[in-house]
């Protein structure tokens, strides 16, 4: 409880008063109802009387408690609470008046709920109305038993609400200690406690202030060097320069970005069941951008909201519309897409509501706004501004390529090499002729070592039918069954023993479009191949033939791979597939472990297990035989092959087919070559969502109960009635919208977005409901200073950087944090700001920190997001098979706010520090205090890493002592030097752990682990050990990860 | 009204009639302190009495097909492979069927079972063995028919993404009475996790302490659980007496209690990292109670996890949450049809399901624990036959599905509800998603209607605006 606002009506109790006890318990408590009953709207701060405002405190009492028996649909005792007119006339329908409206002791109604006596009291064999709830309701009749018509509710009852109000300027305070002050803020502060009888707080040391201001700022702990150069600068301006430094740092822009991506709701996945990924990543960097540009509030706003719209959009304004395509896509099965578009919009009017007007408008999708003055229809009328965008469910266009330019300049030389390239290329065609018709002949004399044979029995054993061709060759047809097992039985002519078995995957016209495969995606995946030596006499047994090593011209590529190898591992569930190779002949070559004499009769048996389901099943085959035993060399181009069968030499209609093979593949173009493909699988350019407006605009309908299938009356776009209205030539359009969001007579957006700024370098907004500056929301504890910034904003041009540098260059924020057992009694929330604010520092930052601390931090700026170590088994997403693939390169260490986002798998660590999944905006996240936080700062691999690396980091230092190193280690985590106590626990820890790893030397190396990566080779590993086990502890103090 | 602190956690006039319950004191201790000096947690206790006090969900995610399992309906059989009357499906939408469906009888037998002659297919036969000890609800239903949106339903009470989901009410209603388990336990079996992805468990607008805590079934139970490789206990501990050292000595300069409970909770963290460990050895099971269930050690199963869920209400966690997935029989394939994939979950789940309840019972633990068993929908009593599909399959279905529950005071024995011929619509006594979260709360000692937390200006309740108990239901 904040002693300014307890009421009169509370603290000049005397101690005897039956209230006393209950007062002194709401003050310790801090308890909320009488808070807010107390609370007084901002331009009665001063005033006296304590209001209890019906509608929020004490209508919900009566509704909990009463309505049941008197109410709408019972009036016991002829009582009826829920209406004023009936409730002020009395029980008896009106004949006995149970509120004496100023005369709270002689009201009746008063006497039953707090009478002693369980017969009497009111309600009846029920728990009784708690304390505070029985004082609130005296209060109430005491103050006049105010009760506003409910049916005016839409008519302006809450447009005297403080906050729809336009900001007002007010003369600077003048408080008496002005030698405090150090800027406008500090007058409307210390004018508060002053009237509190309260002193400010002294100035924090200077280490704690540079800490502070640089996690603010950037969101990283100062360098040792920064704290050097900043304790040496003892100038006037030293602070004042440092602040401009971390302004102008490209990590400003990151820190603020943070901040915003989760009102953005930004995320790299789409949400819902499948959870795909989608490429949004150009949003999250033009956010970055423009905060580092300090781009003005308006601007920002305006191309976020209808950027798109501009005349003339560039690329950057379009890519700013993704805010509000970061919405969730549901791509399940059975999803309308209606119902889905219609929830994204949904989503867009609320994120809107929130964002710029803190407001909560959801509520007003079902039903016109229980507290606040938004009714069904203003809704729909917000909604239309977004309900004409061209994004439908469930796919995720419109997308717009979006390079950077750095991207595009790239592009450009690459288009422009390919080109040169091919040129370079053909001109050697011209002149290869005969070196193609060498390299024809040499094929056609490989090809003559195999020999085709043909199977005397084909069976299938699930369904297909094989029937053998005229050629020789062995199709698929009939039954399409989902996996099987092809068998085939041969009768090998005497002759030099057999090598190798080849089996060529062919195409047939009467496959799926004319691949190989049975499968509609022309894939194939052959499990396991068996072969067996057949007895030359019946009874005997047979005999399995081994195999040595099985190759193919082609396999396909990515995770899992799919290896001509696998078909003879002896694991079913692994094969050869071709996928993106389909549509071509391929074919695969085995070798036997040990030649196969042939003799005559000599039977084998061939088994081919194709295991995989979904009828990836072999087509078309045709087999071969060879006594040369292989070269090492890979098999041939299965295409190749069939066309040198047809027609070995040159002169055919096949000559192109031949001639690309052949530029493809002879080692004499090799360079050029090579460096062609490597050109062709550069990276594509990025995609990003972009809004894009219908050319004709949809109607919006009210939507009953927010059903999209009960559209009501139709509705124009527009914002809600309470708020003052857009002018008259406004279109009504996104961008009539933003510049609304912006205009001068908007009460809402520059208050709401210079408290979140207020928020995040104090801690707290000055009101402390950062999304709820409705009925419901916390009243401003400054009001005034709440709106000389909102009006100071607007005349700064919005600009971010200098409302933010007004409100760190205060001797308010510059006040130490530590927490007298005085203010911890008065003032536990700090919203008199009494003192500097103390707080565990977010997510991403808990992993910056470290990172920083620790040397490893990537410093770049932007690009698509990145895959950190994190546990396996954490993705695991219902019908996607899509994988972390953790990165190994410099990008296992960047900022936390590139972390690759998964919405229905966020990156663990960052859900244990409250980060949110960004299914929806989150306003303010909600922090907690568990020991899953302790676990995972403790034990998370990518932590201890970073403990490796700073401990390798003092190793490395030019520092003689352990004193000296553990020092620095100390100041890279906390920015402050240790006491001798500290340095006394942590020598002590470290002298410890040196005897335990100098004695397990095996631990030590399990423990540092990839000192390459983190840049610790050649130090002792025992010594490493040691210092990692302390700088794990510096890693988890609490100052480490607190911002103070 | 929400405190607006915004480093401490939101915090309300919660249950205002309660005394201190024993959920504060267990709250306090447990992963339930939130962030900012000297709050408490918002466990009360509960409201009034309380049959039950914990819950043991089993959620079949993707739904198993009622009409295969438990609501037999011989006129299917009259009509297999028949187009359904069209009066059925009349502004029907569908998730996957298109055009007029044809009926599909079910391939199974169903049989009365026990004294309570409750009908039950051949799939179950562990389940019909223990039939007098259910409460069969045939007449649930829901108001969505995609997995995500209705598993979220189900779970939240709202379909809406950002609602909390019922154990973290309960979580937030009763807390733990477990030192050091979290109250809200997650367990998953079956390859996937459920549709609705993390918002099953999550704890919307209430503190973060409150959701679901996910142990896992591969490496570490709870992640991060493990000291890093090449540091062992001693270390371990001398590191973290070094931290409380340091952390105190940082405290008596600061003030700042927030360091108090991260050093309160440093502690709790080597307490887990003891008891967890401890709560997944099965080791000090008879092999009588492992092959009742049908547990295999080390091995991942629906079965280890049911047994799982026994020995965390054991140890006072407040809801266990299970999810198996692969019910979601549409019939594309054999992965996916009635006649293979259907009776394959059956296996997987049958003789554990029913275990759980017995070895509750004979531990005099089922009395005040609920078990819930059930999808998040039903499916259609017509075939799908999705692009001409040869397999059998229903598609989903929102009308009508079947769940069955034990223990907490349920009515035992009892089959409550009925649909009509095809099974299509409910004829009697339709329970709604709210009206099984009031019931369920009822027995917890929790009115669903008093049970609100306040955000964004609106009191919000598990049960959304709906809801209420069926007090046929309980014994």
């Given at each position: 409880m904040i002693p300014s606002l307890t009421p009169p009506a509370v603290r000049p109790l005397p101690a005897g008063s039956p209230w006393a006890p209950i007062a002194t318990l709401l003050l310790c408590l801090g308890t909320q109802p009488l808070f807010a009953a107390t609370g007084a709207p901002a331009t009665a701060l001063q005033a006296d009387t304590p209001q209890v405002d019906f509608k929020r405190q004490i209508e919900p009492i009566l509704e909990q408690h009463c309505w049941k028996c008197h109410g709408e649909k019972k009036q016991k005792a002829g009582l009826r609470l829920d209406t004023k007119k009936a409730a002020l006339l009395g029980a008896d329908f009106g004949a006995e008046p149970v509120i004496l409206p100023g005369d709270s002791s002689g009201s009746r109604l008063l006497q039953v709920i707090a009478a002693e006596d369980e017969d009497e009291r009111m309600p009846p064999r029920a728990a009784a109305l708690d304390s505070d709830q029985i004082e609130l309701i005296r209060q109430w009749i005491q103050a006049g038993a105010s009760w506003p018509d409910p049916t005016s509710k839409e008519q302006g009852l809450f447009t005297d609400h403080w906050a729809y109000r336009a900001p007002q300027p007010s003369p600077l305070p003048t408080p008496g200690q002005m030698d405090w002050v150090r800027n406008e803020i500090d007058r409307f502060v210390l004018q508060r406690l002053e009237a509190e009888g309260l002193e400010p707080s002294p100035e924090a040391e200077r280490e704690t202030l540079l800490r502070r201001l640089c996690l603010d700022l950037t969101g990283l702990p100062p360098t040792p060097q920064q704290i050097e150069r900043f304790l040496a600068d003892d100038s006037e301006q030293a602070y004042e320069d440092l602040v401009d430094r971390l302004l102008a740092s490209p990590h400003y822009g990151e820190r603020q970005a943070r901040a915003w991506l989760d009102l953005a709701r930004y995320a790299d996945t789409n949400g819902y069941e499948k959870d795909e990924r989608r490429s949004i990543w150009r949003y999250r960097d033009w956010v970055i951008d423009a905060y580092n540009a300090d781009m003005g509030f308006e601007q920002f706003t305006l191309e976020q909201i209808a950027g798109d719209l501009l005349?003339?959009?560039?690329l950057e304004q379009q890519i700013a519309t993704g805010f509000h395509r970061n919405t969730m896509i549901n791509a399940e099965g059975g999803v309308d897409p209606e119902e889905s578009r219609v929830a994204a919009v949904m989503d867009r009017a609320n994120t809107t509501g929130s964002v710029w007007l803190g407001s909560t408008l959801a509520c007003a999708q079902c039903h016109t706004h229980k507290y606040d003055p938004f009714s069904h229809r203003d809704y729909y009328r917000l909604f239309a501004y977004f309900n004409s965008s061209e994004d439908v469910g469930p796919g995720d266009g419109p997308r717009l390529l979006a390079p950077t330019s750095q991207m595009q300049k790239r592009e450009e030389l690459a288009v422009a090499e390919l080109a040169q390239l091919d040129l370079e290329l053909s001109a050697w065609e011209a002149s290869m002729e005969t070196k193609l018709v060498q390299a024809l002949a040499e094929a056609s004399e490989r090809e003559a070592d195999w020999k085709q044979i043909v199977p005397s029995t084909y069976t299938s054993n699930e369904g297909s039918t094989l029937a053998l061709l005229n050629e020789g060759t062995i199709l698929s047809l009939g039954g399409n069954p989902s996996m099987g097992t092809y068998e085939f039985s041969f009768e090998l002519p005497a002759g030099p023993a057999l090598q190798r078995l080849r089996l060529e995957a062919l195409t047939h016209p009467t496959l799926p479009e004319g691949g190989s495969a049975r499968s509609t995606h022309q894939n194939f995946v052959l499990s396991e191949v068996h072969l067996d030596l057949l007895p030359l006499q019946a009874g005997a047994e047979e005999v399995p033939i081994s195999l040595a090593r099985a190759s193919a011209d082609y396999s396909q590529p990515g995770t899992p791979t799919w290896p001509a190898q696998a078909t003879i591992d002896g694991r079913p569930g692994t094969g050869w597939a071709i996928g993106s190779g389909v549509g071509q002949p391929h074919q695969l070559v085995i070798e036997l472990e040990a030649p196969l004499e042939l003799v005559e009769g000599r039977r084998v048996r061939l088994r081919l297990d194709q295991n995989y389901g979904g009828a990836h099943m072999l087509g078309h085959l045709r087999f071969s035989v060879s006594s040369e035993s292989g070269d090492g060399s890979p098999p041939f181009d299965g295409r190749i092959v069939q066309l040198l069968r047809e027609?070995?030499?040159?002169?055919?209609?096949?000559d192109g087919v031949l001639r690309e093979w052949f530029l493809r593949n002879t080692p004499l173009l090799k360079e050029p070559r090579d460096r062609k493909r490597e050109l062709e699988a550069r990276d594509p350019l990025p995609t990003t969502l972009v809004m894009r407006e219908l050319e004709t605009p949809r109607t919006t309908h009210i939507l009953e109960r927010g059903s999209f299938l009960s559209p009501g009356k139709a509705v124009t776009p527009g914002v809600p009635g309470v708020l003052p209205q857009p002018d008259a030539d406004s279109p009504p359009n996104r961008l009539g919208l933003a510049r609304w969001l912006t205009s001068p007579h908007n009460p809402l957006t520059a208050r709401v977005t210079v408290n979140r700024l207020w928020d995040q370098v104090f801690g707290r907004g000055l009101v402390g409901t950062t999304e709820d500056f409705g009925t419901q929301g916390e009243l401003p504890s400054h009001p005034a200073l709440l709106d000389w910034l909102a009006l100071q904003f607007q005349t700064d041009d919005w600009s971010t950087k200098r409302i933010l540098r007004r409100m760190v260059l205060s001797a308010t924020y510059r006040q130490a944090s530590k927490l007298s057992e005085e203010l911890r009694k008065r003032d536990p929330q700090n919203r008199l700001l009494a003192r500097g604010a103390r707080y565990r520092v977010e997510a991403e930052m808990v992993r910056d920190i470290a990172l920083s601390a620790s040397g490893l931090l990537n410093p770049n700026i932007g690009g698509p997001s990145v895959f950190p170590p994190q546990p396996e088994g954490v993705w695991q997403i219902t019908y996607n098979a899509d994988s972390w693939m953790t990165a190994t390169d410099e990008n296992r260490f960047r900022r936390g706010l590139y972390t690759f986002w998964r919405r229905t798998a966020p990156y663990p660590t960052f859900m244990a520090f409250d980060a949110t999944s960004r299914e929806l905006a989150c306003l303010r996240r909600s922090p907690s205090n568990t020991p899953l936080q302790a676990l995972a700062l403790l034990n998370d691999p990518a932590f201890i890493e970073a403990a490796v690396a700073l401990a390798g980091r003092s190793l490395r230092a030019p520092a003689a002592r352990d004193e000296e190193r553990m020092t620095l280690a100390f100041r890279r985590c906390t920015g402050r030097s240790p006491n001798a106590e500290e340095q006394r626990v942590l020598l002590q820890l470290l002298v410890a752990e040196r005897e335990h790893y100098a004695m397990d030397p095996d631990a030590a190396r399990q423990l540092i682990h990839s000192p390459a990566a983190l840049g610790t080779?050649?130090?002792d590993p025992s010594e490493l050990a040691a210092w990692t086990v302390v700088c794990n502890v510096l890693l988890n103090l609490d100052e480490t990860i607190t911002r103070s | 009204m929400q405190d607006p602190n915004k480093r401490g956690s939101s915090r309300r006039h919660f249950l205002k009639h309660a005394g201190s319950g024993l959920g504060v004191a267990a709250m306090g201790q447990l992963l339930g302190v939130p962030a900012s000096a000297g709050q408490q947690a918002a466990a009360r206790g509960p409201h009034f009495a309380a049959k039950a006090k914990r819950v043991i969900y089993l959620h079949m995610a993707g739904s198993p097909s009622q009409l295969d399992l438990f609501d037999e309906k011989p006129a299917l059989a009259k009509l297999d492979g028949k187009e359904i009357p069209t009066r059925f499906i009349e502004n029907e939408r569908f998730a996957f069927i298109k055009g007029v469906p044809k009926v599909l009888a079910s391939p199974y037998k169903f049989k009365q079972h026990g004294e309570s002659g409750a009908n039950i297919s051949e799939l179950l036969p562990h389940l019909a063995g223990i039939a007098d000890k259910l409460t069969i609800v045939r007449s649930m239903h829901t108001e969505q028919f995609n997995h995500g949106p209705a598993q979220i339903f189900l779970n939240?009470?709202?379909?809406?993404?950002g609602r909390p989901s019922f154990g973290s009410w309960l979580s937030y209603a009763l807390g733990s009475?477990?030192?050091?388990?979290?109250a809200f336990v997650v367990l998953n079996s079956g390859s996937y996790l459920p549709s609705g992805g993390a918002s099953c468990w999550g704890s919307g607008f209430l503190p973060s302490v409150h959701q679901g805590v996910r142990f896992r079934s591969q490496g570490d139970p709870v992640l991060f659980l493990s000291n890093p490789e090449g540091m062992d206990a001693r270390t371990r501990r001398r590191s973290l007496d070094a931290l409380a050292q340091l952390n105190r000595e940082h405290l008596s300069d600061s003030g700042d209690p927030e360091i108090e409970t991260r050093i309160a909770q440093y502690e709790l963290s080597e307490r887990m990292q003891t008891s967890v460990p401890a709560l997944a050895d099965l080791g000090s099971e008879s092999q009588a109670t492992l092959d009742m269930y049908g547990v295999t050690p080390g091995q991942a199963s629906f079965a280890t996890n049911a047994l799982m869920a026994r020995r965390l209400i054991e140890r006072g966690s407040r809801f266990v949450q299970l999810f198996h997935w692969g019910?979601?029989?549409?019939?594309?394939?054999p992965g996916d049809d009635i006649m293979t994939s259907l009776p394959l979950r059956c296996e997987q789940t049958d003789r554990a399901s029913a275990a759980l309840v017995a070895d509750l019972e004979q531990r005099g633990l089922l009395d005040e624990t609920l078990v819930v068993w059930g999808g998040e929908f039903g499916r259609t009593p017509m075939n799908e036959e999705r692009n001409g599909s040869k397999f059998f399959g229903r598609d989903h279905h929102p009308h009508a599905f079947t769940i069955w529950m034990a223990g907490g005071g349920l009515k035992p024995g009892l089959t409550y509800g009925a649909t009509d011929e095809l099974g299509y619509f409910i004829e009697a006594n339709p329970v709604s998603v709210n009206d099984l979260h009031a019931t369920l709360l009822h027995q917890l000692g929790l009115d669903h209607e008093r049970l609100t937390y306040s955000h964004q200006g609106r009191d919000f309740r598990l049960t959304d605006v709906a809801g209420s108990v069926h007090r046929a239901l309980l014994a």
């Open positions: 005349p003339n959009a560039t027609a070995p030499l040159l002169g055919g209609e096949h080779e050649g130090l | 939240t009470g709202s379909a809406t993404i009475e477990s030192r050091d388990l979290p019910w979601d029989s549409h019939g594309t394939g």
